[in-house]
């Protein structure tokens, strides 16, 4: 575990390839290859130094770049099945059994085996949320691992490098030039030209430039571990609301999630594109398709409890008016609420006549708000219809009595006491849709007329305080990953060596090209050896020697 | 004429010009004896001349159509795909400019040619939005994404190039096997254009009525002849052929019989070219890829990938989940399509990680980049056509 | 000595961060409810609603006294089942500081009163219009009821329907002593 000491005296921790300070290739393995391994500057990656306890053996592991990539191909194997049949919050099912129907019946065995081994919840199930963390700590682990001995080992790097060290780098040339003295002077002053961060000592240049680019994948891991962070705090109550609620055209209710607000629908909108309005571009597709949907607007207005208020109490004063559409949610307070869904033609009102069985002749009608109901109609000339029995979703005699199996009107029946000059004491008569129902033979009944409807609109509400959080881990993501990818942190070493040769080196992290290109306008106003470039034997060197003439 | 109309053949001359422009690239190749010939030559130079103008003339298709619709046109299959293709042009002219490559336009261009013929085969009519789409994130959402992709598809190419230069061509290898298999997969795309181009002109229509997965009936039409039937169909067209056999309701029988009529002809037109050829179709194309500089192809294919990923991930997923949070009022739903944006942007990382920590670096490089495009292109077909799902436009 | 110490420290800062990561795995598979839900032991939420006479009840009003709070619907065959019983010892626990509360879950104003004056009914029953007291009490399945002691705590939330008995127990254990 001791340090290892360079030729030049700069101690160097254990494990390093290339000493920091001069490059000298220090591990066998350094010494031995043509070209020397820069990756991180080959300093010591902690990970690989310290392998004695349990905790450094986890550390270890994860630190590696082979596990990280295995573990993205794992959630990406992962995330891949999942989309092969529909996952569980597409399908129309609620209970185990319904689902396990479900895939058998669309996709048989495969469907089955697919339901068994838990695909069918893929994403929330707890070994695809344990790659996810796995992922995550892969992150974290190998930036810290690399990032400071990177850091320290790029402060660290002196002027002139070692012979040894130069003659490793992929793009390297040593040769006698006339002048010596002229050639370093031409290609630092060019170096400058070329926006290099230009140092000198005695007879050798470091020219550095975009060395911030090395920073890049560090700061987009840091976005990404942000990401991860504001997802898993979703997970704590108050920090994420998402509730859904249906509301009728013409209801009040309390919103669902959002306690001390109140949302009225003043009414549901659905539009369709119609041929007048764009007869020419659009004719052909609603021809072919029949109709496109234009809108889905819910025309709504908020209220609020007023300061001090108990909930449940009528105080509320009034936010605002708005009209919901798809795209565009209603904001308050933190809270959206978006146009999900519909469903059009409830039952709203109903009308009746009361009539007389045997004239056939109208005492007057009346009209029942499914929503509100009376508890009489008085029709004038002494004749009244009251109300005995409502039952909004009528499913059949139960225990002697009819029975309602939801509040909802989907098949409204009802009781009513018909009093009428002739019988002052009042008939009763069960009506329901289709269906009328008498304990003895009646002179009058309510006879229906007509129907209203009313749309009911889905709507979601959701508050998520995680959303920015979120924004700026993606934000630091994208700087990181621009600064990372769209700079390169380039490096060209000129140096006299102790016999009096120039020697050349450049080395870059990516785009060669582009680095090439500098050295040759470098080439072009000082004069310096010709240069290979190790790892492109076809570089044409017809071009090169072309320059120097 | 109207500004549709306008539109409709401001893409013919695009198609034309990239045609035309292959062939000046080939002679690029041809003509110079030289790399530096090569890089510099006249004909490389009327190619790229001539792809810009086919590029402008995309350009106005795609503004022309904007400005008939009053939407931006990346609003189905057709208008997603074009948009493909134009910007695939575009990143390789930016490329081009950086490196000077005739090879890469050689490669690139018919790769376009081809994106844009299949596009033109689904409903190409100027349709409304919906409301889902009624946003101003439909353009910027997409069309960053199609930028992204596209840029990552030009390291497809490069990486196709280098490949087709490098892989040994004489002897039997699982390299050679696979390039074919991806010069194959290019000709049953072109098998699927002929197929549905030469139905179409006759105009062949067959319906059907059958149950649906969900134990409804439903109508469905053919525009290619059912070589198999839907779940218990019945034909509605006397004259039209009895599919061979009947398909379970979860199979769309008339996606079937379209996807098998295309690999019969497009295997038809590959057997047909290899007899001629008298050689595997990458082998015919290796001495164009020849001049080509393997480094230098190694270096674009790496490049494209670096400058595409951040625009990708800013266009597929960052404002991806901007829009998807104001319209379906949550970020992420695990929807098909944005999983499997998720996967492309996890195997580019992947690709960039093995590149950079465990030196994948030249064919291998190469190869991530071909899989890279085959992930892209089945996101925008398969998922589309085969996995049902929000996103399903076509 | 200073070496030593870094090896320390390294090692502790490492174990630390592994055990963060083990703990978020944990919590990422555990966690599933993200709303709060009143649960047993917290403090009832103060509401203020209107009986059908047009009264308005606060629940602070009952303050030092027991709360029986019945959620219910005109359709639901366990609440109507249960409301007889209620009836029976409503006089008595009333007179012994225990309070019958009935809430109905924004149903018709009308369908309400047929319902009570079928039963005969006397205890007060809220109109819950805007379903506001419902959501507070994250009331889902009906009947839900909630025991409030005479401190204003939670005892007991029961989600089912009641047998006469059981009640009977109910309104006894918060009575005040």
Known sequence: ?549 | MDLVAVSSNLLFVSFVSYLVATLFFGGAIKKSKTEKAYHNSKWGTIGLVITIIGFLAHLGYFFTRWAASGHAPLSNMFEFTTAFGMMLVGAFILLYIIYRTPSLGLFALPIAIIIISYATMFPREVTPLIPALQSKWLFIHVITTVIGESILAISAIAGLVFLVKNIDMTKKSKQRFWIEAVMYTLILVLGFVVTSTTFKVMNYEAEFTYIDKNQAPAEITYHVPPLFGMNEYEAMTPDAMTPWIEMPPIVNAQKLSSLVWAVAVGSVLYLLLRLIARKPIAAVFQPLAKKANSQLMDEIGYRSVLIGFPVFTLGALIFAMIWAHEAWSRFWGWDPKEVWALITWLFYAAFLHLRLSRGWEGEKSAWLAVIGFVIIMFNLIAVNLIIAGLHSYA | MAKKNKKQIRLISRTVLLLIMAAIIVYAITSKDRVKVLAEGDKAPDFELVDLEGNAHRLSDYKGEGVFLNFWGTWCPPCKKEMPHMEDMYKDFEAKGVHILTVNVGEPKVKVELFRDDLNLSFPMLWDKNKTVMDLYNIKPLPTTFLINPEGKITKIIKQGMSEQQIREYLESIQPK
């Open chain 1, 1 to 549: 575990m001791s340090n290892i000491k360079c030729q030049c005296g700069h101690e160097n921790p254990y494990g390093t390839e290339l000493c920091e300070k001069c490059g000298r290739p220090l591990s066998e393995k350094a010494k031995k290859s043509d070209i020397v391994d820069m990756r991180y500057e080959g300093s010591s990656r902690r990970s690989q130094t310290y392998k004695s306890s349990i905790v450094d053996k986890i550390w270890n592991f994860f630190s590696s770049v082979k596990i990280g990539v295995s573990i993205i191909v794992a959630v990406l194997a992962a995330s891949a099945i999942g989309t092969i049949f529909p996952q569980k919050f597409y399908v129309p099912a609620t209970t185990d059994a319904e689902y396990a129907e479900y895939y058998e019946r669309l996709y048989g065995v495969v469907g089955k085996i697919y339901y068994q081994l838990g695909f069918y919840d893929m994403y929330n199930s707890w070994w695809f949320k344990v790659l996810i963390v796995m992922l995550a700590t892969s992150i974290i682990i190998a930036s810290i691992d690399r990032v400071v001995p990177l850091y320290k080992s790029l402060k660290k790097q002196r002027t002139r490098r070692h012979p040894s060290f130069m003659k490793r780098q992929r793009i390297y040339g040593e040769g006698d030039v006339e002048n010596t003295e002229e050639a370093l002077a031409k290609a630092e002053e060019k170096l400058k030209e070329l926006r290099y961060n230009v140092k000198t000592e005695n007879g050798a240049i470091l020219a550095e430039k975009h060395r911030f680019s090395r920073w890049g994948p560090y700061v987009n891991h840091t976005g990404l571990i942000i990401f991860f962070a504001g997802v898993l705090l979703r997970g704590i109550p108050g920090f994420y609301v998402d509730e859904a609620m249906w509301l009728r055209e013409g209801e009040t209710r309390n919103i669902v999630g959002a306690p001390g607000y109140v949302l009225e629908n003043r009414g549901f909108i659905l539009e369709n594109y119609t041929k007048d309005e764009a007869e020419e571009v659009f004719g052909e597709a609603l021809d072919k398709v029949g109709s496109i949907v234009k809108t889905y607007q819910t025309d709504v207005t908020l209220y609020k409890e007023k300061e001090g208020a108990l909930p449940g109490s009528d105080d509320l004063e009034k936010m605002q008016d708005y009209s919901i559409v798809v795209n565009k949610p209603l904001k308050f307070n933190g809270y959206n609420v978006f146009q999900m869904d519909y469903k059009l033609n409830e039952l709203s009102t109903m009308t009746f006549h009361l009539v007389n069985k045997s004239t056939e002749k109208s005492l007057g009608e009346f009209t029942v708000d499914l929503s509100k109901p009376e508890k009489e109609y008085d029709l004038g000339n002494g004749s009244s219809v009251k109300m005995i029995g409502f039952y909004p979703d009528y499913d059949g005699v139960k225990d002697g009595e009819p029975y309602s199996k939801s509040p909802v009107p989907n098949n409204p029946a009802f009781i009513f006491q018909m009093k009428t000059p002739d019988k002052p004491e009042g008939e009763r008569s069960f009506v329901a849709i289709r269906q009328t129902l008498e304990v003895e033979e009646n002179d009058y009944a309510v006879k229906f007329a007509s129907a209203e409807t009313r749309n009911i609109s889905g709507l979601t509400i959701r508050k998520d305080k995680t959303l920015y959080i979120l924004l700026l881990g993606g934000l630091i993501f994208m700087i990181g990953v621009i600064q990372g990818s769209y700079w390169q942190h380039r490096r060209i070493w000129v140096q006299k060596d102790a016999e009096g040769h120039i020697l050349v080196a450049a080395h870059t992290n990516k785009n060669w090209f582009s680095l090439r290109k500098d050295l040759d306008k470098v080439r072009e106003s000082a004069v310096l050896p010709a240069y290979i470039d190790r790892q492109d034997p076809e570089l044409d060197k017809q071009e090169q020697e072309g320059d120097e003439k």
